[in-house]
């Protein structure tokens, strides 16, 4: 039998040439001799028939090949199977929803019997971790509650009806760079007849964090470069609670509303939208509180910033105050004070490292197009730079100071007026007498501050507040 090369090429000159590579054949076409084919393939054939052990590892070898084979066809058919039956969620705790998951999780699928009646979800689990929380109650107390929630490892829930595995999983070797926090990642996993569930679950979660933060201020502080919720929401102070001068809350109050209408004006002159607002005024005059309260009726959160906290340099001061959470007032409390602090250095040599120059940076917020209100509070508004108080970083200033006569009086039936014991009138009779006392001290050279005021009329009954009072005035100077 002649064996050809059937793979010869013709060369350029015309002449047939071997295709590189192959080196059974000449160029010439030589034959092999029939004859030398027979005699070596009967040699083969007598070596694998005739011997036992050839035909033995041949037989093993083919049980192998046919074993990967099916091992490999198995796990294809496994992942293929996998990837049309079953569907994925993942989630990190770099988003939002993570937070919402896990506590909508805690809240709904308790390790707890399939039999009792709230754990149509119920969580199935043997890696538990403690969860505590502080629930405040509606008449202002709170209790400790701990609760077991899922952690790291691989959980089994049921919700809607459908299984559901959820898996925690916790990066070890490496965190984020800025807070500090291991990397976490769940992954829900359940048949893909059910992916809809994952998006009516997510909702739920949602509802869930947001109703729990109904009618509640959440109070937000810098995490690295984040913000991130400082403590349980707290319950929002009514606004008419913080008591100011004649017609200041009004100002201040007219104004962030009226900034809050005009975002197209902004846009449409080119203007970055942002409004700044500076109170200053003495200690313990409710500047703090007006702008929490402010921010619980705008239903707006508090973003609070430290310019001295240790770690923040200019750089992340910028990136803080233009990626402050939508529907936030930034507030920057005791702002004479970072820029004093910044000169001296604290007993372990620590040195805040944001420079005046950069915080007008940040202030200005070249790169910021959304909307920002922020807020700034003083004790020494005449130590304040005039860079920092000219228009456009401080647009809005207003002296909250200590108690006026009427302030005086207002907080007086606030906080005794309505009690069964005593006559409105006699309340009423009692307010004017703290107002005309207030005249009177201040003609005198003497104040009081509201939180005085405040503390005077905690621990006493209106009679003793009004005889305890006078004690209370102090020098306008001291
Ligand atoms: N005008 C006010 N009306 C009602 N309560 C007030 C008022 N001012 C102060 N208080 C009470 O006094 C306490 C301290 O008030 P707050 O911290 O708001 O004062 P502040 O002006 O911000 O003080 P500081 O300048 O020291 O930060 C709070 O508990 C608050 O309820």
């Not at 090429?9 to 590189?20: E, F, I």
């Not at 007993?347 to 922020?374: H, K, M």
């Not at 307010?431 to 005085?452: C, D």
């Amino acid at each position: 039998m002649a064996i050809h090369n059937a793979s010869r090429t013709p060369s350029l000159d015309g002449q047939v040439a071997n295709a590189p590579g192959l080196t059974s054949t000449t160029s010439t076409g030589l034959a092999i001799p029939q004859d030398a084919g027979t005699a070596s393939s009967s040699i083969i054939s007598s070596l694998i028939g005739d011997n036992p052990y050839f035909q033995a590892g041949f037989g093993l070898m083919g049980v192998g090949v046919g074993l990967t084979i099916l091992r490999q066809g198995l796990v294809f058919g496994t992942t293929a199977l996998r990837r049309r039956l079953l569907v994925s969620l993942e989630v990190n705790n770099k988003d939002r929803a993570y937070e919402w998951f896990l506590a909508w999780l805690a809240h709904n699928a308790q390790p707890a019997a399939p039999t009792s009646r709230r754990t149509e979800s119920w969580l199935r689990s043997h890696q538990l971790s403690v969860e505590t929380a502080v629930e405040q109650r509606s008449n202002g107390s709170s209790s400790v509650l701990f609760r077991l929630v899922a952690g790291p490892g691989t959980h089994w829930f049921k919700y809607g009806g459908a299984w559901m595995q959820m898996k925690r999983e916790r990066e070890t070797r490496s965190m984020q760079l800025m807070s500090g926090t291991p990397w976490e990642t769940v992954t829900v996993t359940t048949l893909s007849r059910d992916r809809h569930l994952f998006s009516k679950l997510l909702a739920e979660a949602r509802d869930l964090a947001l109703r729990g933060q109904e009618g509640k201020l959440v109070i937000r502080t810098a995490w690295g470069i984040e913000w991130k919720p400082f403590g349980q929401p707290r319950r929002k102070r009514p606004l008419h609670s913080v008591v100011l001068d004649t017609g200041v809350s009004e100002k201040v109050e007219q104004d962030v509303n009226a900034f809050l209408q005009r975002r197209q004006w902004y846009a449409d002159r080119g203007i970055p939208y942002r409004r700044g607002y500076l109170l200053h005024g003495p200690p313990g005059s409710g500047k703090t509180s007006y702008i929490q309260a402010l921010a619980g009726s705008l239903s707006y959160d508090i973003c609070l910033l430290n310019l001295s906290e240790r770690g923040l340099g200019d750089d992340k001061l910028n990136h803080l105050l233009s990626n402050a959470p939508e529907r936030s007032i930034i507030l920057i409390e005791d702002v004479d004070a970072a820029f004093n602090k910044r000169m001296q250095t604290s007993e372990d040599g620590y040195q805040s490292s944001v420079t005046f120059s950069g915080f007008l940076n940040a202030l200005d917020g070249v790169a910021s197009g959304e909307e920002r209100i922020i807020f700034m509070t003083t004790n020494h508004f005449g130590s304040l730079d005039p860079a920092l108080i000219r228009p456009g970083r401080v647009d809005l200033s207003v002296l909250v100071d200590n108690a006026s006569p009427i302030q005086a009086r207002t907080l007086f039936t606030r906080f005794y007026g309505g009690s069964e014991s005593i006559r409105p009138e006699l309340i009423e009779r009692m307010g004017r007498q703290v107002e005309e006392f207030t005249v009177k001290e201040m003609s005198n050279g003497k104040e009081i501050s509201m939180a005085a005021l405040q503390g005077l009329f905690i621990r006493n009954n209106a009679q003793d507040a009004v005889k305890t009072l006078p004690e209370l005035f102090v020098d306008r100077r001291t």
